[in-house]
């Protein structure tokens, strides 16, 4: 099953062999591992083109991932990374400025993510968010087939990244 562990910033803290041939094949697998390396989701979906033309329901995403990092620099607002981050993305990124500037504020649990994955073809999926009590800056996220033909999808990848 594709899986990624989030930092509250969207920092990728590890993935599931799937979850990386699912989101970011481009990047090197072990890219998780070190801090000064490791993939952030909301920096690839707004400033890497790659990343970014997966996902057909674009649009929608973008407003729960600025809605989320609104939500968390409400929580934590003395957390000079998350700030660092939404500044640059807020001058790289027209999109993103655009919707920083409504103020929308959101929590991201679950939802579709329709793809177009560059290895597989089209894919859709549900992603559901894990929270984590011990450890609330920490989000699992899954991604689960919405039908058969998906389902089929994502069992080739999951081989093709297992081999």
């Known amino acids: 099953m594709p899986a990624v562990l989030l930092g509250r910033r969207g920092d990728v803290l ?3 062999r799937t979850g990386h041939a699912l989101l970011a094949p481009h990047l090197d697998d072990d890219a998780p591992r070190d801090p000064d390396t490791r993939p952030s989701i909301p920096r690839m979906f707004f400033l890497d083109p790659v990343h ?7 649009d929608e995403l973008a407003h729960i991932h600025v809605g989320y ?14 700030a660092g981050l939404i500044g640059e993305l807020a001058m790289r990124s027209r999109a993103f400025s ?7 504020v959101a929590d991201c649990t679950t939802g579709p993510m329709d793809l177009d994955h560059p290895d597989v073809g089209c894919l859709d999926v549900d992603y559901q968010i894990w929270l984590q009590p011990d450890s609330p800056d920490h989000r699992l996220e899954v991604y689960t087939p919405r039908d ?11 081989a093709r990244a297992s081999s």
């Open 14 to 16: 590890a993935w599931s």
């Open 52 to 58: 970014r033309s997966l996902y057909r329901n674009w």
């Open 69 to 82: 990092l609104r939500l968390t620099a409400g929580v934590h607002p003395t957390d000079a990374r998350l």
């Open 98 to 104: 655009r919707l920083w500037s409504t103020g929308e």
């Open 148 to 158: 058969d033909s998906s389902r089929k999808v994502l069992s080739l990848l999951s």
